[in-house]
């Protein structure tokens, strides 16, 4: 699938947060009954009683309940402009694990869950005690995924570190493909590249995902092994991968961050193959024909940012919503294959202006596309809902 497929895309359900949000889960967790009012008392009930994800949990409880939680949201790939604090399942999560560690502060346990959710919100240093405190004590000194956590924490920094890290989650789950991917990247930071690509090349055999960004990972360790024609076939595997990821899950901006960094991976690879064989005009083509792709992909990535912009300056209370900032949200969402959307706002605005021509026009050719498209709106619109 070629970026210039990509921009007909759906490109759907972002997000964007309100205080609404962050008001609710407050009310779920201080309300009468809510997660929070389970631990009022210093001494709980073995089944507290309440509202909210961990009603009438035991502490113990309530902490295997918070472990889900968080690797839900670690693993759900979430819109990298998202505030985590202000999830509704974050805020909660976080309460009841703080109002654990008050009543119980050594709960190593506790603290290992609530470094994750700190690592989530993009508090890593604060973390990092915490965790090491936990693989240190009973309760987490077998936990591979522990140690994998601490190995992603130390390899900006201290990769050597996180070489250990990684080594230790690998004896404890020899057949999990994150640490050794992991710690192929570690070895990649220390410039250990055949070590580097004996480990992605684990990580690839262990994977059951079909992770885009392990062939990424082994393009890399190639490229500085110098072995070019391998590592643009790693390079070209990671695109083809990760185009289905997108093309599988179109909502997943993660995703199309992704795909443009394979882009400029293959891009790298085929620039070094060019240099190394002069001659080889098939290697020119690919460059040419990859600079439009990416240039297409940035192009989907900036109307997408132009949407966003937009969709959250609506819920400024001040602004004055004008027919051409409503134009201009419809224009952007047709352009990302958001026709529903984009419908949707042309309707708003022409009840707002019913005159407004360049509105009337587009509405007119969105409706010849997409017939089945016009009556689910029109339903909508009769019933007062947004499809």
């Known amino acids: ?42 001494t709980p009930p073995s089944r507290p009683q309440g509202a909210g994800t961990y009603a009438g949990m035991s502490p113990d409880e309530a902490l295997n309940k918070a472990l889900e939680v968080v690797t839900d949201l670690e693993e759900s790939e979430r819109n990298p402009d998202e505030v985590q604090e202000e ?34 919100a993009g508090r890593p240093r604060s973390a990092l005690p915490m965790i090491e405190e936990y693989v240190s004590d009973p309760a987490g000194q077998n936990d591979w995924r522990a140690y994998k956590i601490l190995g992603d924490l130390y390899i900006s920094s201290f990769p050597k570190h996180a070489v ?85 899950n179109p909502e997943k901006k993660t995703l199309l961050i992704d795909l443009q960094n394979h882009y400029e991976l293959r891009l790298r690879c085929i620039t070094h193959l060019a240099a190394l064989y002069p001659e080889r005009a098939d290697y ?27 969709e959250r300056s609506k819920t400024n209370p001040q602004l004055k919503v004008s027919p051409e900032l409503l134009y201009e949200e419809a224009r952007l969402n047709r352009l990302v294959s958001r026709d529903d959307k984009a419908l949707n706002v042309l309707n708003e605005l022409l009840q707002l202006d019913p005159s407004f021509a360049p509105a009337i026009e587009l509405k007119k050719i969105i409706e010849s596309e997409n017939v089945g498209l016009t009556e689910e709106n029109t339903t909508a619109a009769a019933s007062g809902s947004t499809p």
């Open 87 to 120: 999830r509704a399942d974050y805020i909660e999560t976080m309460a009841i694990v703080d109002k654990i560690l008050e009543i119980d502060p050594l709960n190593k346990t506790a603290g290992y869950v609530k470094g994750r959710l700190n690592i989530l």
């Open 164 to 248: 250990s890290k990684y080594r230790q989650a690998i004896a404890l789950a020899e057949n999990e493909a994150e640490p050794v991917i992991g710690l192929a990247r570690a070895e990649l930071k220390l410039s250990n590249s055949e070590s580097a690509v004996e480990q992605a090349q684990n990580a690839i055999r262990l994977d059951k995902k079909g992770e885009s960004s392990y062939q990424a990972t082994l393009a890399e360790a190639l490229l500085m092994d110098k072995k070019y024609e391998d590592a643009e076939r790693a390079a070209e595997a990671a695109v083809k991968m990760s185009e289905e990821e997108f093309g599988r």
């Open 1 to 42: 699938m070629r970026p210039t497929d990509l921009l007909r895309q759906v490109i759907t359900n972002f997000g964007v947060h309100t205080s609404a949000l962050c008001l609710a889960g407050a009310c779920l967790l201080m309300g009468p009954g809510g997660a929070l009012a389970q631990f009022d008392d210093p």
């Open 284 to 310: 020119v083509v690919q460059l040419a024909q990859i600079w439009q792709d990416k240039a297409d992909l940035e192009r989907v990535v900036a109307y997408h940012q132009a949407v966003l912009m937009i």
